[in-house]
């Protein structure tokens, strides 16, 4: 089965600096999904930045970025020029690829704590 | 932005009460699912339903656990008799498909408090 391990329960910025969020994951396939879901104290899950495991090229979407390892199986995100509003809890997810009714295998999250 | 609406935001229930969770998923998307959140924990999965059946389920979603479809827009949830350790976030989820173009859309989620 595939696990996916967030190794920081809670992690410290200062506004406008940068930080990283690191995610590990374990599985036999050779095409999936990772992804990294931002939940804000609304509880809400939003999707923040999706990388596909068979694309070389790292993901960005403004601020954020990823640093994909595939051999290493090791996805982290980078937050640049953090922003109070990047304040929440951030889970890193796995989706198998092609298959059926997938689902998605969550890591146990990182609270991020932005200082002004 | 289409959205996943679920109803209601929160659900107080007494143990052993039945109760059902709302969703609409987004118009046409095909795959649904539902997730559950315990306070401080990890997201994990219930089950997923494609085609009018259930396609995977987790071993949290027991006999205790139903999915529906009734009308073709609503995706519901329904636990038979609730217990304490229920109480959780309950997130539905919508898909258009499950090749790589394709993403999940989130409700914003349904607290059930059992007491």
């Known amino acids: 089965a595939q696990t996916v391990t967030q190794s920081q329960p809670e992690m410290s910025v200062q506004e406008a600096e940068t930080v990283t969020l690191s995610c590990t994951y374990d599985?036999?396939?050779?095409?999936?999904?990772l992804f990294w879901y931002k939940q804000p104290p609304s509880r809400q899950m939003i999707l923040v930045i999706r990388?596909?495991?068979?694309?070389?090229q790292n993901a960005t979407e403004n601020r954020f970025s990823v640093n994909f390892q595939k051999a290493a199986k090791s996805f982290s995100l980078k937050i640049s020029d953090s922003q109070l509003g990047d304040a929440a809890m951030y889970f890193c997810?796995?989706?198998?690829?092609?298959?059926?009714?997938?689902?998605?295998?969550f890591g146990a999250g990182t609270i991020l704590r932005v200082k002004s | 932005e289409p959205e996943v609406t679920q109803t209601p935001s929160h659900q107080v229930t007494q143990m052993g009460q039945e109760v059902i969770l709302r969703c609409v998923p987004i118009?046409?998307?095909?795959?649904f699912y539902w997730y559950r959140q315990i306070l401080g924990q990890k997201v994990e999965f219930l089950v997923s339903?494609?085609?009018?059946?259930?396609?995977?389920k987790s071993e949290i979603f027991d006999d205790q656990f139903s999915v529906e479809r009734p009308d073709g827009s609503n995706f519901t949830l329904k636990i038979r008799s609730t217990k304490l350790e229920d109480s959780a976030m309950y997130f539905c989820?919508?898909?258009?498909?499950?090749?790589?173009?394709?993403?999940?859309?989130f409700g914003s989620g349904t607290r059930l408090t059992v007491v």
């Open positions: 599985t036999s396939e050779s095409d999936y999904y």
């Open positions: 118009s046409n998307h095909l795959y």
């Open positions: 990388q596909e495991a068979y694309k070389q």
């Open positions: 339903f494609y085609n009018n059946e259930i396609s995977e």
């Open positions: 989820a919508s898909s258009e498909g499950t090749g790589r173009a394709y993403g999940y859309t």
């Open positions: 997810a796995y989706r198998k690829a092609m298959e059926y009714g997938n689902k998605l295998v």
